[in-house]
């Protein structure tokens, strides 16, 4: 679709555009308009606020400069649990024990924010599936039960410990030791969920543009004068929700996050070959530090693998290869399985490994850097943010003592990816054997989008 000046680009060929229930397309904005609240990028954080901010009685207008959940947030591993992409230890060393728990029962409460939406707005489209695994590759099984009895003193949060025969039922591989099942996260299908979730943004009156790429933000005091190609917005209150593709619109957001890259690929259809190996519809991932993530789609007849992350955008199909290196190291059974197509995604990580949540001044708000586990933390961010713009809470401040550390520029860039490469020597030593060591029980850095 295209306007005068601009064009918007179409999803990425993935999986979720391949299966996109509907794909109606919004038009960019041609027109001078007055809201309570501007958000800039209908991913799930934009929306998901939008969608608080109405039900709270709010006007809003939502800007996408692509398609609406164009990035990260429509073509992830479809994973909704809780937790973040750093463990309670690690955010604990920025704000002290007790907030690192409070912080980490928010986590919980964006699983259910996602459950509730899809109950109550009946998106059957999103097709969640129940059960998540998180499977050791070196045996400590006490690491677990910790974990375990952790969730429930803390939370009331059950899982159940899988013994290594446990796991070896579910899944086919002497990769695996023991392992974690939480029955109560879920995957599904994140694009169809998202643009379920707009329809529900425009049905209580919010208007969603597209191909609305933002160029500058105005402040004239008591409002702001957001500045597109073919139109402007004026509010009182702009939220920047761009996550990887905020560029350099605001630039103390843009120096405080890392862009990264992240792959996934899809298999070809073989249901009773994917059977000897994979014998669960729990998605799964695994304890390394540079962790696969994956599931069974299509009911069961295809396998989606996500892993790997780069500093750099490559050639998803290059790397499509290694990702089926990796699922037929783990499962040798699946080396005859084609990739029927591969794509990527690109990710904003913080250096403190938490979402950027806050507010920079008055009336200008962010809520982005979710760094790969965005599924859950998108959620209760949007609400968070959406109860401080309408002064019902100050929850986001939580978020916001961890501030906008510096991303270290092109060093800070060199300096994720080599850290990445040695979490992947450390991964082969530790499960020879060898040095590594384990860094606790809430402390792994996650890959699963």
């Known amino acids: 679709m295209k306007n005068s000046e601009s064009t918007i680009s179409e999803y990425v060929d993935s999986y979720y555009s391949r299966t996109l229930r509907s794909d109606k397309a919004r038009t960019p904005v041609d027109s001078d308009i007055t809201v309570d609240v501007c958000i800039v990028g209908a991913g799930m954080a934009g929306i998901t606020a939008a969608l608080e901010l109405l039900r709270r009685g709010r006007s809003v207008v939502l800007l996408e400069s692509n398609r609406v959940a164009w990035g990260a947030s429509g073509r992830n591993g479809g994973v909704v649990s809780p937790g973040y992409s750093t463990g309670v230890d690690n955010i604990a060393r920025y704000v002290g024990m007790q907030k690192a728990t409070d912080l980490y029962r928010m986590s919980i409460e964006g699983v259910d924010i996602v459950a509730e939406n899809i109950r109550q707005l009946g998106i059957e489209e999103a097709e969640p599936i129940h059960g998540i695994m998180k499977l050791l590759r070196h045996d400590n099984d006490e690491e677990l039960t910790a974990r375990q009895r952790w969730l429930v003193r803390e939370f009331g949060y059950k899982v159940n410990v899988l013994s290594t025969s446990d796991v070896r039922q579910l899944v086919v591989s002497n990769k695996y030791r023991q392992g974690i099942l939480d029955e109560n996260a879920f995957h599904f299908h994140p694009l169809n969920y998202a643009r379920g979730l707009v329809n529900e943004v425009e049905r209580l009156g919010g208007r969603v543009f597209e191909g609305a790429e933002v160029t500058s933000i105005k402040d004239h005091g008591a409002s702001k004068r957001i500045l597109t190609k073919g139109g402007t ?217």
């Open 233 to 449: 917005v004026t509010a009182r209150d702009v939220l920047l929700t761009c996550g990887g593709y905020t560029g350099r619109l605001i630039p103390r957001l843009a120096r405080s996050y890392l862009p990264i890259s992240t792959y996934m690929m899809l298999t070809e259809q073989a249901g009773s070959v994917i059977a000897s190996a994979i014998r669960t519809r729990a998605a799964v991932s695994d304890s390394r530090r540079a962790s696969d993530y994956y599931r069974l789609v299509d009911g069961g007849e295809r396998v989606l693998w996500g892993g790997l992350i780069t500093t750099r955008r490559s050639d998803p199909r290059r790397l499509a290869d290694t990702l089926r290196n990796r699922m037929v190291d783990v499962y040798p059974q699946l080396k005859g399985l084609d990739v029927q197509i591969a794509w990527s995604g690109k990710m904003a990580y913080a250096r403190h490994l938490m979402p950027l949540i806050g507010r920079l001044d008055p009336g200008l708000w962010y809520c982005m850097g979710f760094g790969g586990h965005g599924m859950n933390t998108t959620a209760v961010g949007g609400r968070v943010i959406a109860e401080g713009i309408t002064e019902e809470s100050g929850r986001y401040k939580m978020f916001s003592e961890l501030g906008l550390p510096w991303n270290g520029g092109y060093a800070g860039l060199a300096v994720a990816q080599l850290t990445y490469w040695s979490y992947q020597v450390m991964d082969f030593m530790r499960e020879r054997g060898g040095v590594g060591g384990n860094r606790g029980q809430h402390s792994r850095r996650s890959t699963v989008c």
